[in-house]
Nanobody, 125 residues
Framework: QVTLVESGGGHVQPGGSLRLSCVAS????????MGWFRQKPGSARERVVV???????DYSDSVRARFTGSRDNTQNTLYLQMDGLRPEDSAMYYC???????????????????WGPGIQVTVSS
């Protein structure tokens, strides 16, 4: 089982940037699909980006060209660079591990086994 902890969230003005990190412990992430998800009040948790063990990303349409997901398997860390932030990006952001997949990562959050506690991102002026 992988223990995940996110950091780097906070408040930023529209158009600004934030970089989230997710440090894993207890197991190596190098064998697993990893993902960033987010949840807004009153809404279901949704995929932001999922990355296979090679780091190939699959983005949701709402963040493509603004967000960049990456992973450093040697550091057991997942990253999310968020640029051009909008108020609608405000949410709790979670990192997650799918222990059942290394390639062909799934977008459905129900497929993910391990979750961080989440971190708040707020975009407002």
């Amino acid at each position: 089982q992988v223990t995940l902890v996110e950091s780097g969230g906070g408040h930023v003005q529209p158009g600004g940037s934030l970089r989230l990190s997710c440090v894993a412990s207890g197991d190596t992430i190098s064998r697993y699909c990893m993902g960033w998800f987010r949840q807004k009040p009153g809404s279901a948790r949704e995929r932001v980006v999922v990355l296979d063990i090679g780091g190939a990303p699959d983005y949701s349409d709402s963040v493509r060209a603004r967000f960049t997901g990456s992973r450093d398997n040697t550091q057991n860390t997942l990253y999310l660079q968020m640029d051009g932030l909008r108020p609608e990006d405000s949410a709790m952001y979670y990192c997650a591990a799918d222990e059942g997949r290394a390639w062909g990562c799934r977008s459905d959050q129900r497929a993910y086994d391990d979750w961080g506690p989440g971190i708040q991102v707020t975009v407002s002026s």
